[in-house]
Each structure stands twice: as structure tokens, then as C-alpha cells.
């Protein structure tokens, strides 16, 4: 079992959240500074919502997109995943233990042919001690490379 992920850039998280909130039918999983994520039954879905200054967010669809990905529910699924994806010849980058987005996870990273970065991820404490927002890693491919781990908007020095 598994369910897509999409993490949005937002400029107004209390107005976005209000706005899935009613869309979807539900609050958010999970309220953080800057941060909301939700655990969407029906359509299967993990929404997430980083908080990015305007000025950074850009406009449009493109200046929406964080990144994609597939919630799964158990690291063997991701350790297949990586696999998968080794064996189809791309480019992985595999994260291990790493805290982001206020969760312990195991993940693997791959971009599409556009450049858009997906996950394969599975969340192992939900609630850690050392919790960190988002940072980024593995922006999209036009962009210029930002240090850190996990996920954040293109251009943050997060």
C-alpha cells in the first residue's frame, strides 16, 4: 500500500491550509512553524505545505512545485523502490535516518525527465526528538544545488 505525495510551496500557509482543509474535506495531519502536512484517505494523497516568502515562492504552477513523491509504509518497500530505479539506470540518491519535514525517514531520490524531484519514503518516527523542518537537497535540476537534507523550496539557504 502506498499513496502519492505532493509538497507545495505556499506564501500563506494559515490561507493554504484553510483552502485544502475544504477541499479536501480534512485538517492536517501535522501543524508545524512554516510546515502543515495531511493524511488524505480519499483520493489516497499526502499533501504537504512549506511555507516560502513570497519573493522566493516565484509564481504559477512552477513556483508551487517542491517536490513529489510516494508515502510507502515500510523501509523494505524503499530499499525495493532504489532498486527499481538503480536497475531502470537512474540516478538515486539514497537518505537514510534523515530528519526533515519534522519526521525520521528513509528515502530514496530520483528526478524525472523535466528535472522534477520524487521520493520514495517511508516515515519511522513521525514525531522525533530532533525534528527539522524541511531543508533542502535535492532541488530541481535547473537549479543550483542548496547543502542540507530533505526537501525545500529552490533558493532557500534553509
Known sequence: MSRVQLALNVSDLEASVAF??????????????????????????????IEVPVDVRGTGAAGALNHLGVEVFSGDEVVAAADRLSA??????????????????????????????????????????DARPATASLPLLEAEPIGGACCAPVGSSA
Not at 474535506?25 to 484517505?41: D, L
Not at 540516478?91 to 520514495?120: M, N, S
Request: glycine share 6%.
Open 88 to 129: 531502470a539506470g537512474l540516478a538515486t540518491l539514497d537518505e537514510t535516518d534523515t530528519t526533515c519535514c519534522y519526521a525520521l525517514q528513509d528515502k530514496v531520490w530520483a528526478h524525472d525527465p523535466a528535472g522534477a524531484p520524487w521520493e520514495v519514503y517511508v516515515v519511522k518516527d513521525d514525531d522525533p526528538m
Open 20 to 49: 485544502y482543509s475544504a477541499m479536501f474535506g480534512v485538517e492536517p495531519h501535522k501543524r508545524r512553524p512554516g510546515y502543515a502536512n495531511f493524511a488524505i484517505e480519499s483520493p489516497p494523497l499526502k499533501l504537504v505545505l
